[in-house]
């Protein structure tokens, strides 16, 4: 035994290919253009924003892609502490060949134009992946997607559906809605049929999952069908709903998802605590944040009403892990799931990581996801997460437990893709 | 000083004679009969059934002990990465000379038969004590326990009161509340004298603590003995009461526990947070999950109002451990106590470890407790605390600190041994 | 690079000097005079009575200061462990040449004989103010302070405003704040009035921040012009407000004070969570605690109202410092400060200072304040806290991240020293 097997349980992760189960990759374009589709992932603009950079700077209309880098990079100086950076400067390194260790005014054109060389090779998409070594990447569509005019055994389909669940009452969603499916909803039945449509939709186009984000507020229940036809004919006629109708409304439609899931086999994502627009001026997709009063007590009617839906869980908030561990350890249909957005800095995974470990069952467990917009993000955040739990591996069971390197590594190769492919179904090509 | 300290702090730690200060030993048979005993700890049955493994076949009635093992051997596989499995694990090789690191469906079978030949010798509940250094084993008492025949200065009593706050309306509560103290209850008046009968009973029989669990919704408070009494001969009538009047009643008679632990000197374990029957399919003792939304701010009235009462107080989340760190700062009679089910895991117990000592009077933390069903689990599991502590001690005190290692085992050794005799009473034979 | 970089990153940062941003220094008496001046800290009372000491023993009228310090004495070795325990100690080695590892009841006379000739030498104030390296050390000011005798760009005032927001319908304090403005409140617009006439005195006195401590029920809130000038005409001519009221009137105020921090650009320092007089019988200033149920959500009105207002915000509880991390990330106006009161202990230092500074901008991070009642606490504090510091540069950036020494020193230069001068105003003399 090595006296610190860490290196020796991450070169045989480094080398295992993945399965990234959650993006916002759109498969038409799903690798970057310019420096600019990487800059411009709200993860930096929101940062940049946040250290001082006026938003209107970065959001005008037109801007050409090499000016906004250029406005981008004086603050990148502010923000070189956090992971965000470290995922940007490694990103650089490996796929454009940057030398340096800082992305400065003086230097971030030569970054530019090796980038946009790489970019530009016809076949970078596939450069990409090889590199990152990505055998599937899961999406994230819309409910009207026609998913067509991508390999969905490759790129594979999710429906997203918090547009159902939380604006249904929007003329836009009820439009879409019927577009989609060719039905014009009147109640609780004919609504019951189009979004079944969508799932056949959907499932006959290879998704493997079904995906909400839901607020802190949020507690699913079952709706009485009465009840619910009467909100849904109100609504779909054009009448405007009370709070309290629509926070029924949504409960109503939350669970006929889950019914659906349950009828067609697929997990349901649920990704829980996050609180829309709270900061109402911050830049796009920069005005989200949670509030940590939240319990996974409110799903307890959900768990014990869908034995047998699967429920991958993510939470926003690092004082949420205990109660997704302790949920886990106990019902069967819960699995703990990734680390998301505000989580997904080391020191909340090495934390989620360390606890799952220690009392969830090892097939019940989905390391990570990339949560990317764009391909050239897989790479450097799966290495963060691969050095992760190399050292908890090596620190928890192979020092403190007496395990072989051996064994560490297949416990977390199971984490990094095996459970990826018993959670949510193979690669079936 | 050595460059690790680590194994010269955990050896005299090791060699300390223990009392454990909480279990749900039965003193009647204290220790297991067969492997099913042990693998039928909840703690098992619930990982297995998370894993999997459906609930009927192991809660079969009139189940063979070696076929009920038989069928949760092959479910151990899924969750060998967890803590409890260690702890199986370890009492195995150091109980019943089991050889291998992992149990298997193929040779689980002679580490049946080897146990069984252990737990069939006569004097196997003392060689378990023997090698476990246990010198006192602290009982979980339902009320009406007579306390007869076994040894109290042993196996020590504690009053269980959960029935008495939770379930007094239950007829078959008050019918046994009857029974044990010969008083027919018709108001307040006489509910406290019922009540004092039972801590006549359980003191003069060396209980030495009053215990109860608590879901997070709870918030102690005293309720006026004209209000009190309306909802005890109304309770004991027979007619059913609103749910806010059943509230009401558990605060009259929690409060009137603490008011009994006063007058008879009696510390009042409080173990805060637990929800029962989250989880409502769920095997034996495997059902109950927390909210995390609790705060020992619900206790405030109770500390204030009975400065002289000792409150070892357990929290069930690790978000609510610092709380209980500034209670405990601040309140002469709050008491840092174990590291309760959910948080009775390594990453957990050694974050709690660090905060207790780094912040609370060394006097005031009971360290660990086994909270075990049968006396095999003792070993292991202070075993698993003995390191985090040894660890904790090395790295905070005599590395960050500069203490010599006599020092920090001492410090040990009060958190382990001494506080729980100058809390709960030492040894009196 | 060294196999241990954190000595090297140390000593840098220890040699540097400082300005403490938070402090309850009284400037006329800023250094102690005798040992009880130090053993009075609350930290100290509130921790001996947790032990066991009674209230009264030290908070005897008239008590001499020796005599006070002979009844803490024996208290202190059930308080070895804690951290506080730890500043003790370093203090008396570095500023009092005590040369054991304890004080106990046999050598606590010298202790005191030594500091006490330490404290009468004319210059003390310097000394220790050279020896803890601070270049300035801002103050806690009631909204009366005349701030005059002292001078202001050393002891930089501070405006301390819960009297103001909580307090302002005690006759007393409506009383004092007549007399510091000469202005007869009768509505809303009298009330700005005098409240602008403080700003206007404080500014003029080199103030640097209006401050203020919040409950965790608290939620800022815009009050309509018309329904404040009610409440404060009701108050201010005699009549009780109801609980209601009150809670308007104190988000009324509170507005104001932002709006005044807007138009004196001034940083308004939120010290959020804390519950005031939990414990009512405990010592002085040794009461409060705190309810971790809390969200900077319940801020988020405020943080979008006065995007030009800087809110340095300080945490009570380790459970909100995710969600203090996460809004700093996103709000521009919104800054890490300190590690406040119960979280001012190393193993929660550590964890926040790890998850600030990988998510958030580094000129947003305000390291630490002392929070010191007696300027001989800068040295033990800051020395703790850049301890930490040194190993989180260590093992996160020069470890984990490959950056140099020098690279990590400059970052954790910034905490210490750089961003408090961009922050609050660098040194004007």
């Known amino acids: 035994m090595s006296a610190c097997p860490i290196q020796e349980i991450l070169q045989p992760l480094q080398s295992l290919r993945l399965?990234?189960?959650?993006?916002?990759?759109?498969?038409?374009?799903?690798?970057?253009?310019?420096?600019?589709?990487?800059?411009?992932?709200?993860?930096?603009?929101?940062?940049?924003?946040?250290?001082?950079?006026?938003?209107?700077q970065i959001e005008e209309p037109g801007l050409d892609p090499r000016e906004k880098v250029r406005r981008l990079v004086p603050w990148l100086q502010h923000?070189?502490?956090?992971?965000?950076?470290?995922?940007?400067?490694?990103?650089?390194?490996?796929?454009?060949?940057?030398?340096?260790?800082?992305?400065?005014?003086?230097n971030w054109e030569s970054l530019y134009d090796a980038s946009l060389r790489c970019m530009s090779a016809p076949d970078w998409e596939q450069q990409v992946l090889q590199k990152s070594g990505l055998d599937q990447v899961?999406?994230?569509?819309?409910?009207?997607?026609?998913?067509?005019?991508?390999?969905?055994?490759?790129?594979?389909?999710?429906?997203?559906?918090?547009?159902?669940?939380?604006?249904?009452?929007?003329?836009?969603?009820?439009?879409?809605?019927?577009?989609?499916?060719?039905?014009?909803?009147t109640d609780a039945t004919s609504l019951r049929d189009a979004v079944?449509?969508?799932?056949?939709?959907?499932?006959?186009?290879?998704?493997?999952?079904?995906?909400?984000?839901?607020?802190?507020?949020?507690?699913?229940?079952?709706?009485?069908?009465?009840?619910?036809?009467?909100?849904?004919?109100?609504?779909?006629?054009?009448?405007?709903?009370?709070?309290?109708?629509?926070?029924?409304?949504?409960?109503?439609?939350?669970?006929?998802?889950?019914?659906?899931?349950?009828?067609?086999?697929?997990?349901?994502?649920?990704?829980?605590?996050?609180?829309?627009?709270?900061?109402?001026?911050?830049?796009y997709q920069g005005q989200d944040l949670f509030d940590s009063r939240v319990s996974l007590v409110q799903y307890r009617e959900l768990f014990n009403a869908f034995p047998g839906v699967v429920f991958p869980v993510s939470v926003l908030a690092e004082t949420s892990n205990q109660e997704l561990v302790s949920f886990a350890w106990i019902f069967p249909n819960v699995i703990t799931c990734g680390h998301w957005w505000y989580s997904n800095i080391?020191?909340?995974?090495?934390?989620?990581?360390?606890?799952?470990?220690?009392?969830?069952?090892?097939?019940?467990?989905?390391?990570?996801?990339?949560d990317m917009y764009k391909l050239e993000f897989a790479l450097p955040k799966f290495a963060m997460y691969r050095r992760i739990l190399a050292k908890v591996l090596a620190e928890d069971f192979v020092g403190g437990r007496g395990w072989s390197v051996e064994r560490a590594v297949e416990l977390g190769s199971r984490l990094l893709r095996g459970n990826v492919e018993s959670i949510f179904g193979g690669i079936q090509r």
């Not at 070189?80 to 470290?86: D, G, P």
């Not at 249904?168 to 039905?183: E, F």
């Open 19 to 56: 399965i990234d189960p959650h993006t916002h990759i759109n498969p038409h374009q799903a690798a970057s253009r310019t420096l600019a589709d990487i800059l411009g992932y709200h993860y930096y603009t929101e940062l940049a924003h946040s250290a001082g950079l006026a938003k209107e």
């Open 346 to 370: 080391p020191v909340y995974i090495e934390r989620d990581t360390r606890a799952r470990l220690q009392a969830v069952p090892a097939g019940k467990q989905v390391g990570y996801y990339s």
């Open 79 to 106: 923000v070189e502490n956090t992971a965000q950076y470290s995922w940007l400067l490694e990103m650089s390194q490996q796929l454009f060949g940057f030398a340096d260790d800082r992305i400065t005014e003086s």
């Open 196 to 283: 079944g449509r969508l799932f056949q939709h959907f499932t006959a186009n290879n998704a493997r999952a079904c995906a909400i984000s839901l607020p802190p507020s949020f507690s699913p229940a079952s709706v009485s069908s009465v009840v619910a036809s009467q909100l849904v004919a109100k609504s779909f006629s054009g009448a405007e709903l009370t709070a309290e109708e629509q926070s029924r409304l949504s409960q109503f439609v939350f669970w006929m998802l889950a019914e659906f899931c349950d009828q067609h086999e697929l997990p349901f994502d649920l990704m829980i605590g996050v609180n829309r627009r709270v900061y109402e001026q911050g830049v």
């Open 138 to 185: 899961y999406l994230t569509n819309d409910f009207d997607d026609p998913l067509q005019g991508f390999d969905t055994s490759y790129y594979v389909p999710c429906l997203r559906t918090d547009d159902l669940v939380f604006h249904l009452t929007k003329p836009t969603v009820q439009q879409r809605l019927q577009a989609a499916t060719g039905i014009a909803v």
